[in-house]
């Protein structure tokens, strides 16, 4: 590794930060330009104009792209090839508040930060002198500026390198991972103009403490998953003067947060790694005006992580949820009835209610059986007239789907339909199975033992934070998929995975990331010595080992 590396990396990284490039803005092209930019401006690609390219997002009303460039090695006749990934976009920066103007500017947000009251920890930070604080700086255009680093690096001694080097700067990650979806078709394009080996996809998005007072420095083989269980609820209205003649869709509602939210039961687990529990993002009645009738419907969905479970695996775990909580609305509600029956001196008779669950893909097969082709013919007509509304997004389009799908049904009773909402990012979970995984935990786990640093470097299994890498593979088990499809409505319309060609990459992954703190936070910080000496020579002795 070139030990003028460093002040390279971070001269490069605080050019690339000062960029805004907030997610779902035309402004990500910015950044993405220089990016673009920077790879003409270097000797390899003035001599191969076409390694480097813009790769358009698809269908983006903004268009947006991301950039892709490729170093081939002239060191004998090599195939093998690394994927090197980063994303170039960030979060938004309403969060600074006054300090909203300086937070692309780190070394003015510096000083500034010294004016406002901080939690302790990043005071104590931000007074070491040892970080660098701003928006995007940590998540993640130090990785970036890394990645084009070593490219540049090993562009500048093609001759004696061996392999060849894929590098995605990509754009949307933090939104819809629009810029890593366009990129993996044209990873297989590569794959198959240039008979190319791929062993692995290497990311360097951000690496924090998992708890407070945690030092480790991690590099994760694998990550995590995410599917969005969600849930439409048909309750039946009531006057709010005599409200047990009803079923609250909100009551139900709220004993499926209170039986899934920040229940470790539904959390994940491999090798002894676990996944966050599912967080609700999302709870609402679908009542449009007020009046003194109850809610007749109401949704919800949750962020539910994955290190093993399939989406049919999840999707039974949720129904099952579900019908436990809808069970207790029930019981407690009758139990309720009767005291106020008693109370009033009213005859108390068990109310009618039972609590029913069911995939959307049930709900779509017993309306076909009513309806025939009808049901085909407007759920086609509903979906493109969404497609014309573009306040309407993914998650509410699946649930206008399913709404419209239950209206449908002469079927009136209460019930609770289970489905997911976009987005999905399969868990890649390398288990050692296959030569290539068994390749890459090898060479991490000998590069980690290899490094001479005074930090406490270890490996994990699953990068637990959400990220692109997910797209570098997909389940390959039938009922996997189809339940996926079958249960996430408007899949294949408004939300496209390009879910062949992630099965065809099927690449284990890897992320060595940067150390900070505080993404998604005003005090986003990067610590400057592992980020800029050690994370790039891990990085740099992977590739190497790897296509050695």
Partial sequence: MNKNWSKKIEALTLELAEIPS??????????????????????????????????????????RKSVMAMVKGQKGNSKKTLVLIGHT?????SDYGVLKDYATKPLELTEKLKEVSLPEEALKDLESGEYLFGRGIFDMKCGVATLMTIVESISDNVEDFEGNIVFAAVCDEEGNSGGMLSVVPELIKLQETEDFEYLAVIDMDYSAPRYDGDNTRYVY???????????????????????????????ISSA??????????????????????????????????YSVQTAKTSYLYFNSGTHSSTPDQMMERVIDGATLAFQKVVDNLNTEYRKYCQANGFPYEKLPWEPRVMAYEELYEKVKEEKGQEVDRMMDELSNNLLEDPNIDERLLALKMVETLHNMWSDKN????????????????VKGESPLEKKLLNVVTEVIEGMDSDYDIEMKKFYPYISD??????????????????????????????????????????????????????????????????????IYETIINLLR
């Avoid at 035309?26 to 813009?54: A, I, L, T």
């Fill in 22 to 63: 907030v997610v779902g803005t035309k402004e990500e092209n910015n950044v993405v330009e220089r990016v673009y930019e920077k790879f003409k401006e270097m000797e390899y690609f003035k001599k191969h104009p076409g390694m480097v390219k813009y790769i358009p997002v698809k269908n983006d009303p903004l268009g």
């Fill in 89 to 93: 976009d960030t979060v938004g920066v």
């Fill in 221 to 251: 083989v694998g990550t995590v998953g995410k599917l969005m269980p969600s849930f439409y609820i048909v309750g039946s209205e009531a006057h709010g003067g005599d409200p047990f003649k009803g079923l609250d869709p909100n009551h």
């Fill in 256 to 289: 499926i947060v209170e039986e899934i939210d920040f229940n470790t039961k539904y959390c994940d687990e491999a090798e002894g790694e676990v996944t966050v529990p599912p967080i609700s993002l999302r709870q609402q009645d679908l009542k449009p005006e």
């Fill in 414 to 429: 209460p019930v609770v339909i289970v489905y997911f909402s976009p987005p999905y990012y399969p868990h890649i979970y």
């Fill in 469 to 538: 890498l997910s797209y570098a593979a997909a389940p390959r088990e039938e009922n996997a998929v189809d339940s996926l499809k079958n249960n996430m409505p408007g899949f294949g319309i408004k939300y496209n995975l390009p879910i062949e060609e992630m099965q065809k990459l099927n690449l284990p992954v890897v992320n060595i990331g940067p150390f900070g703190k505080d993404a998604h936070k005003f005090t986003e910080r990067l610590e400057k010595d592992y980020s800029f000496n050690i994370a790039p020579k891990l």
